[in-house]
Nanobody
Framework: QEQLVESGGGLVQAGGSLRLSCAAS????????MGWFRQAPGKEREFVAA????????YYSDSVKGRFTISRDNAKNTVYLQMNSLKAEDTAVYYC????????????????????WGQGTQVTVSS
């Protein structure tokens, strides 16, 4: 059974916007922390954004801060990533991740701390 399913990726021009969605089911629906990571060809998977269970705490990488916004709807078991002012360097496969209750903020940045991962959705930004 699928645990995390991403959607919303596609091809956009530089400066455009996309909204990614991640729906959780099964065991992943009980997760607390939710995050977005991305991976470009030949590169390591890197942190993009994360959000705590209460949605009061959000975290962003320096490269996307001010352009991307993460949010969640716990009633729908869904997390979103609104991406604005997209750049060619944002091109990557974007993965949704779910983890447990993170006590310290630094944990949200660590991909090894997440328990569940989606299959990814491709985002391509042309310039």
């Amino acid at each position: 059974q699928e645990q995390l399913v991403e959607s919303g990726g596609g091809l956009v021009q530089a400066g455009g916007s996309l909204r990614l969605s991640c729906a959780a089911s099964g065991r992943a629906s009980s997760a607390k922390a939710m995050g977005w990571f991305r991976q470009a060809p030949g590169k390591e998977r890197e942190f993009v954004a994360a959000i705590g269970w209460s949605a009061g705490s959000t975290y962003y990488s320096d490269s996307v801060k001010g352009r991307f916004t993460i949010s969640r709807d716990n009633a729908k078991n869904t997390v979103y990533l609104q991406m604005n002012s997209l750049k060619a360097e944002d091109t990557a496969v974007y993965y949704c991740a779910a983890g447990g209750l993170f006590t310290y903020s630094v944990t949200y940045y660590d991909r090894a701390k997440y328990d569940y991962w989606g299959q990814g959705t491709q985002v391509t930004v042309s310039s």
